[in-house]
């Protein structure tokens, strides 16, 4: 682990690096705070410190106060101040300041230590919760089995997507994608070919979306596309060049090669829209598709009068 070490004095600088290196610790010195603040403004900052109380610029108290101001999506930088004050409201005035710990100078080496190693393991045990946190968060909002969203997180983002079209009179449409036959696939190849095939074609379409458009897995083997700016002509073009790409080339599995089409419906807000309706449209443009042949697009530009049936 890299130290940051910020001291004025030269004689604490090298006393200080000697019992680093002694005690292996990788470490950075800067002389003052201005020095110390542009170290810790990096994102690849080292996350432990050794500040000196007094320093020129910026001092150790000071330090402390930015670091704890920043957004808590920053990682956490444990703080230790080295002082000759030992008086304990100069000790409280620090710890109001966001210093994890205070050891007054002149220190015993065995003590600062022990000091570092704690906050080594407070460090590490923090970077390890925020790994942890990140996880948990992945696996609520993505589909174990094709990586993309999951159905709450895909209709979480178009419900705000449909807000956001209709506050700033922006284009948005949707894609609602099914598997063609399959049931076949499953019945005739195994569940793990499917499993293998939802995979494939989760890459594909994860290949044809730009970093703002969305795309999860709606149900089973049904996929939601959520394109931000697209009008309907534009939609109807990408939802042809995307089921091109999937019905042109084979998926491959451990298992064989498995050749699927798929069938998508097009819908697109207008001023009478919500995420409901959008998702109603979509779904009853995709039940013509199939209905039509399968392997093709088709979209729904108006709200319908009645409602279709799907098909199973």
């Known amino acids: 682990m890299t130290i940051l070490l910020a001291e004025d004095s030269a004689l604490y600088r090298h006393l200080i690096t000697g019992h680093l290196a002694e005690w292996g610790f990788d470490h950075i010195c800067a002389k003052d705070g201005r020095q110390a603040w542009d170290v810790l403004a990096r994102p690849d900052a080292p996350r432990l410190a050794l500040l000196d109380w007094v320093l020129p610029g910026v001092d150790g108290v000071e330090l ?62 923090q970077q390890k919760l ?32 449909v807000a956001r079209s209709l506050r700033e009179s922006l284009a948005l449409g949707v894609i609602l994608v099914d598997v063609d036959h399959f049931k076949k696939v499953n019945d005739e190849l195994g569940h793990e070919t499917g499993d293998y095939v939802l995979q494939g074609i989760a890459k594909r379409l994860s290949a044809s979306v730009r970093e703002y458009d969305g795309v999860g897995r709606y149900g089973g083997e049904e996929f939601l596309m959520v394109m931000p700016g697209c009008d309907l002509p534009t939609m109807v073009r990408r939802a042809n060049v995307i089921r091109e790409s999937i019905s042109s080339a084979p998926i491959e599995s451990p298992l064989g090669t498995s050749s699927v089409t798929v069938s998508m419906g097009v819908a697109v807000v207008d001023p009478s829209t919500n995420s409901e309706s959008l998702l109603r449209r979509a779904d009853i443009a995709l039940y013509q598709a199939k209905r039509n042949g399968r392997n093709r697009v088709e979209d729904m530009t108006a709200p319908p009068v009645l409602e279709a049936v799907r098909q199973a």
């Open 130 to 161: 925020v790994s942890a946190n990140g996880a948990l968060q992945y696996a609520a909002t993505h589909d174990f089995l094709t990586k993309l969203w999951n159905r709450a997180a895909i209709i979480a983002f178009l419900q705000r997507e």
């Open 64 to 125: 402390c106060r930015r670091l704890r101001l920043r957004s808590e999506t920053e990682p956490y930088t444990y703080t230790i101040l080295l002082t000759a004050k030992s008086q304990k409201k100069e000790m409280l005035e620090a710890m109001d300041a966001g210093a994890d710990d205070f050891l007054a100078k002149p220190f015993d080496p065995p003590e600062l230590k022990a000091r570092l190693l704690v906050g080594k393991r407070i460090v590490e045990l």
